[in-house]
């Protein structure tokens, strides 16, 4: 049973426009969220992440809206840049107490493409 | 810079042998290593749990005898995959995480089995 859900796999966005990342989760004790950037061939890059207790944080161009009640949360970036192609996962944690022994279940990540 | 170091990047070798891989903190001590395998065009699943000096955690259908966890110091956590055979040929990354951070992720190692 997938925990979290990202069911877009795969999104083509122009350069300048805003480029929106859905992801659901089912776990209600889910309270940390976080997105990860991945190219090819590489490790996940933290991007950025949110508390239960906010529903947005904004990072430069990039921001993380969550719903609770919906159990959903979606990133936005704008304005794309090409460089932004890659492959981003949604990720999340019941890691109120934030102890080092966490887990944190991955989606199965959404491919996006910025077109110049 | 790069904050999880992963050695080998890739590595190929013959079925029946042993492989280790290493996951270094460069920069700071992690009470927590995570061990993930990805498949082509799937999300990372998650292997074990790592804690320095305690024995790891494997998530269910992981074979704790056929992947060999290490977690000797609070920047070194290693992975042996014992007598590997081609269905082991995938996609691992390691994480590294301190309290109140979120994990880092090394760059993974390409394993190929032949």
Redesign the interface.
């Known amino acids: 049973d997938q925990q979290v859900k990202q069911n877009s796999p795969s999104l083509s966005v122009q350069e300048g426009r805003i480029s929106i990342l859905n992801c659901d989760y089912t776990n209600s004790m889910f309270d940390y969220f976080l997105w990860y950037k991945k190219y090819p061939a590489e490790g996940p890059t933290f991007l950025i992440s949110i508390s239960s207790i906010k529903d947005k944080n904004e990072d430069g161009r990039f921001t993380v809206f969550l719903n609770k009640s919906a159990k959903h949360l979606s990133l936005h970036i704008v304005p794309s840049q090409p460089g932004d192609s890659a492959v981003y996962f949604c990720a999340a944690s019941s890691g109120r107490r934030q102890t080092s022994y966490d887990k944190v279940i991955f989606g199965p990540g959404t491919s996006l493409s910025v077109i110049p | 810079g790069a904050v999880?170091s992963?050695h080998p990047s890739w590595v190929i070798c013959k079925s029946g042998t042993s492989v280790k891989i290493e996951c270094r903190s460069l920069d700071f001590q992690a009470?927590?290593m995570?061990w993930y395998r990805q498949f082509p065009k799937?999300?990372?699943m998650?292997m074990a749990?790592s804690?320095e000096g305690s024995k790891a955690t494997y998530e269910q259908g992981v074979e704790k005898d056929k992947f060999l966890i290490n977690h000797a110091s609070l920047t070194l956590s290693t992975l042996t995959v014992t007598s590997a055979h081609p269905e082991d040929s995938s996609?691992y990354?390691c994480?590294a995480?301190?309290?109140?951070q979120?994990?880092?992720?090394?760059?993974?190692t390409?394993l190929s089995i032949l």
Request: no cysteine.
């Open positions: 999880v992963q009470t927590t995570f799937q999300s990372l998650l749990t804690n996609f990354i994480s995480r301190s309290a109140h979120p994990q880092h992720f090394g760059d993974g390409r």
